[in-house]
């Protein structure tokens, strides 16, 4: 099955509503009007209705990084998947290791928020990845399939073939220059493929785009975006520049064969 690359851009906690403007329009006046990758950007909440704005009409769609599991209430200082859904957003990463390793995220709080995310019938971009002492320890897989089961438990087959990404973040690649091999990352992502099928299909896992995620640069895309079961980037640092973002969904177009040209304005 042919499976729609997807790169996504995750802002972090970057950018003013100035920068998010400057970048937004960069994109979108720089990406090719028949790009057959599909293209997200993930600001943090506080610019997500003003790139939502700009992104409104647009071939590129807008998400967020994060969301409460609740749908409103006493949270003080979360944002709930109907608030996202309401700005505009199609897409949610749920689970980012940061989170994870920062913010205390649980494998059941992973859960939880990725079901609501669903429910809300946004697109779920699920993170896993393992550490380097984890896959040190040869203890890469046992990591992901844990955070797989627990994240997708009560996950209907028909619901994660339409509203579910996986992304594939190695800890030790994020944010540190030193991205995951060719070779490393199509290991993974055929063994998140093999896993799915078992879990909900052969064809809701075909289905299933699968991004690697962690130093992604335009130097390295072509070479990631040749494997079979990768599907597409999570792009970090890089996002945050145009030209280096632009090339990395133009280099993803080229390594699947899709229609896309380089900048046309
Ligand atoms: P990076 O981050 O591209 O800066 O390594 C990726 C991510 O955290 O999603």
Partial sequence: MKRRPIVAGNWKMNGTQEQAAAITHQILTSLPQNSQVEVVLCPPHTILGKVGDLLKGKAVLLGAQNAHWEPKGAYTGEISAPML???GCRYCIVGHSERRQLFGETD???????RAVLDHG????LCVGETLEQRQQGKTWAVIQAQLQAALEGVESARAAAQMVIAY?????IGTGQNATAAQAQEV????????AGRFGTAQADSIRIQYGGSVKPE???DLMAQPDVDGAL?????????AFLSIIASTAQAKETPCSTASS
């Fill in 85 to 87: 859904k309401d700005l």
């Fill in 108 to 114: 059941a709080s992973v859960r939880k928020r990725l």
């Fill in 122 to 125: 946004l697109t779920g971009i």
């Fill in 169 to 173: 973040e190695p800890v030790w690649a």
């Fill in 189 to 196: 992502h055929s063994q998140i493929r093999r896993w799915l």
């Fill in 220 to 222: 390295n895309t072509a």
């Fill in 235 to 243: 792009v970090g640092g890089a996002s945050l520049e145009p030209a």
